[in-house]
Every structure is written in C-alpha cells, then in structure tokens.
C-alpha cells in the first residue's frame, strides 16, 4: 500500500507535465540554438546569436543543459523537451520526499509535507535549467541536514562533485554555497555557544565549502561564472519588466502555500528551546530570495519543508515508518506509467507543434525563410528565443537579460507598447524586418508607417519589412516617419 500511495505522489508531477505539456517557454529555443553551436563551433566567448550582443563578452553559463535540451530534441523532437520537465519534476519530488521523511520517519507526515511542497512549484515545472538547481539544492539540503545530525560527513564530501556539475548547468549553484556557508557558521558559533545543533567539525565543514568552491571553475569559463552571476544579481531593471523575476501575485493556490509554509516554519522556530542557527539563517535567506522573485519560491518551500519535518520529526513518534522497499518500488512504478500518461494526455510532436504555434510565430518563421528575407530584425521580447532558433536571424533582443542589460529591455518593451517616441528606438529605424504579436501597440502603429509594409499576418504573428528595402534611418526622416521624441 506505501509503495502505491508514493507512487501517486511521484506521479503527480508527471501527470501535471503531460496535461500541461507544452514547449512555448520563451527562453528554452535559445538553450537549444546554444547547445547547437557548442557541438559545431565549441564554447562561445562572445554572443554570436544577436545584433545587440555581437562582438559583446558572453559566457554560455548553463552549457551543459544546453547540451542535454538540444540532444532530447534531435532525439526525440519536441516531445524530448516535455519528456525533461517531467523527468526532472519527479526527480525533485522523489529527492524532496527522501530528505523530508529522513527528517520526519512519519508516512503520513512525509507525503503530506512534499506534496504541499510540490504544490508550492508547480508553476516553476517548465523546461529550464533552474529545475536542475531545485533538485541539487534538495540532495544538497538533505546530505547537509543528515550530517549535521549525526556528525558522520563521508556524504559531505560527495558535494564537490555535485557543484561540479551543478556549476554548469545554472547560475544559481551560487544558492547551494550559501547554505554551506551558513552551516559554517553555524559550526563556527556553536564552539561557542555549544547548543548541539550541528555534529559537524567546523575544520571539515570549512575544507568542504573550498573544495565545492574549486569544483565549480571545473567549467569552461572558470571565473567568469560568478562575473556572470554578480551582473544577473546586480540587475535590478528586470524585477519589475520580467513576470518571472517579480514578487509573487497571490493569485493561486501555490504562492498562499508558500506564505503558510513561511508561517509554519517560523512557529517552530520560535517554539524551539535551542538555538537553531543553521535552521535561522537558512529561513531568512529563503525568505531574502522568495519572496523578492517568484521563480525562486522553490527555496522557501524546500527550506520550509525541511524545518517543519524536522521539527514533527523530532516531536513525534512516528506512527507508519517508510517501508525500505517502498520508494524505490514507487520509482519503478512511476517510471513504468509515465508513457501511459503521455499516452492519454495526447502528449506527441504533432500535437505539440499545434500548440507552440498558438504562442510563437512558427508560421510566420516559415514565411521568412520561403522569402529569403533578411535582417537586421527587430522582434518582440518574449520572441527572441524561437526567432534565433528559427529562422535563424541575428534577432534584437532575447531571453538573456544579462547580456541584453536594463536600458534596452525597457527601450524594447516600451517601443511595442508604442510609448511616446516609439519611432525612435535605433533598433527599430536601423531594421529591415520586424516580427512582432499581431494585437500589439506597435504593430498596429507600423500598419500606418510609411516607412514599413506588412509582408505577412496570422493570427498570433505579423512581418513587417522596410519600405523598398530602405531602413528608416537610411529614408529622408521628414518623408519617412521623423523621430521626434525619444521614448521614456
């Protein structure tokens, strides 16, 4: 019986993935082109993908990830991009649960805490490299939390090699350093204090934090990782233009789970008769990080898991302990249906080519390629991605806000929303080719532009090109379309 009960619960997220299939994240076409061009040309040093970048120092981060999407989908076609987020969903499920019921032997308990933590991300089960991040973090937290309670640390050591690899598939592994920064701490202060919340030598736990540090310039842009992060960390632009990077809406039933969980594990603590610093100081990061972003939820719903299942764990005799056999049986099992999900989810390449061009401008992608027509190209924001993917052209703008910087997305962002001044964006009066939604602002606005001609329209995507070829900077600005006031 344990071992059906898990298997529902590592299910779920299968389950999820396959009715919600879809391959319309903006940013995984420029993962692939990415993963594409390391297998031909190697690692890039500089952005050869688009014209604001070119020439510019850049760094191909999450490589490896890269690599793994672009070989899914030469293998397996569109269906290979579902087939990651579901493999990676259960994977996090499946390590939330074994570190949660480590901490809290309780059935019951355990199920329920990880799926109200799953329930917590489910909006983060799309195709991109932070799923790896999650999945690390909870493996990371788990060997961590097992460590520090029975001071045994051979499993400390295995971290090295998980950051080595973490390191080159997302940014974030910065996130795992600071959770042994804090257990540092904490056996750094509890020599002092001697409150008993850590069994781990603060000389071990110091070696272990250098050794994950040197594994991750194990990649091939060394130091440039962390010069990469510390600009996506210092940019402050997109946490108001990016939905993703902006504070959680409470508009679903996820971001009140994780205001529950904040609540919940801050009872414990409070009610807690010994200091608790690893466990204080890994809340207020979760806390720190959360709730400033919402795709960075996932770090309170595992911290907070964590806590609370320590906490029932610790306070508790548990009345169904976890059968040995049990969640490895419910892999298999989940592992055995997971195509039967597809199955009847409908989940094929046919299917989902149908509903990619629902959101991306497939076919008018095609219709550039059959014309021939060539940039420079200036695109809508969230199109960046598939437009560098196909057809292939230097596009304007994309995904990579780092590299794209504050100034242009929100120069981007409010030429097609046709702000005042929106003729004067250079990007725009330097184009040929404009690809962009066919209800937005801008592109009712160049419908009027005597210097662009619509060339195609459906009903998601619009072609513009440029009056006889010309760019409006090349026309007589006072017979074109003069720039009079730049856009704010």
């Not at 987020?85 to 996090?92: G, H, L, Q």
């Not at 310039?217 to 108001?240: D, I, M």
Request: some cysteine; overall charge positive; charged content about 15%.
């Amino acid at each position: 019986m344990q071992a059906l009960i898990l298997a529902m619960l590592y299910s779920f997220p299968v389950f999820v993935c396959a009715r919600n299939a879809t391959v319309a994240d903006p940013d995984i076409w420029w993962h692939m082109r990415t993963g594409e061009w390391i297998l031909r040309h190697g690692f890039p040093h500089t952005d050869p993908f688009s014209s604001f970048g070119a020439g510019k120092p850049w760094a191909a981060y999450s490589w490896l990830f890269d690599l793994i999407v672009f070989r899914l989908h030469q293998s397996l076609g569109l269906a290979g991009i579902v087939t990651y987020t579901a493999a990676m969903v259960t994977a996090i499920t499946v390590a939330l649960h074994r570190m949660i019921r480590r901490l809290c032997p309780d059935f019951t308990m355990g199920v329920l805490l990880t799926l109200a933590a799953s329930v917590c991300m489910e909006h983060l089960w799309t195709p991109r490299s932070w799923l790896f991040t999650v999945l690390f973090f909870a493996v990371e937290l788990d060997v961590l939390m097992r460590a520090r309670q029975t001071g045994k640390s051979g499993a400390l050591w295995w971290l090295p090699v998980l950051f080595a690899i973490w390191a080159s598939l997302h940014i974030q592994f910065l996130y795992g350093l600071v959770v042994l920064a804090i257990a540092l701490v904490e056996s750094l202060l509890n020599r002092r204090w001697n409150s008993g919340g850590s069994r781990i030598e603060t000389g071990k736990m110091g070696a272990v934090l250098l050794a994950c540090v040197g594994a991750t310039l194990a990649n091939p842009y060394g130091w440039g990782v962390y010069l990469t992060a510390w600009g996506l960390g210092s940019q402050k632009g997109v946490l108001s233009t990016v939905t993703e990077m902006t504070a959680m809406p409470f508009r679903d039933i996820g971001d009140y789970g994780v205001l529950f969980f904040t609540i919940a594990a801050v009872v414990v603590l409070a009610r807690s008769r010994r200091r608790q610093v690893f466990e204080v100081l890994l809340m207020a990061f979760a806390v720190l990080v959360s709730f400033r972003s919402q795709r960075d939820v996932w770090v309170m719903a595992i911290a907070a898991s964590a806590i609370v299942g320590g906490a029932l764990g610790s306070s508790e005799e548990p009345r169904s302990r976890v059968s040995a056999l049990a969640a490895p049986a419910a892999v298999l099992i989940t592992v055995a249906f997971a195509p039967l999900f597809f199955r009847a989810s409908g989940v094929n390449n046919s299917q989902l080519s149908a509903k990619l061009g629902e959101k991306m401008p497939v076919t008018a992608a095609e219709y550039v390629k059959s014309k021939g027509l060539q940039g420079p190209l200036f695109n809508d924001y969230d199109w960046g991605g598939y437009l560098m993917w196909n057809p292939r052209l230097a596009v304007s703008i994309d995904g990579r806000a780092a590299l794209a910087g504050d100034k242009l997305i929100a120069q981007t962002l409010a030429t097609w929303e046709g702000a005042r001044g929106w003729n004067c964006n250079p990007d725009l009066r330097n184009a040929r080719l404009v690809i962009g939604p066919v209800d937005a602002p801008l592109t009712q606005l160049l419908r009027t532009s005597p210097g662009f001609d619509l060339a195609y329209e459906d009903q998601i995507a619009a072609v513009f090109v440029a009056h006889r070829g010309a760019s409006l900077a090349a026309m007589d600005a006072r017979a074109a379309f003069p720039c009079t006031t730049a856009p704010r």
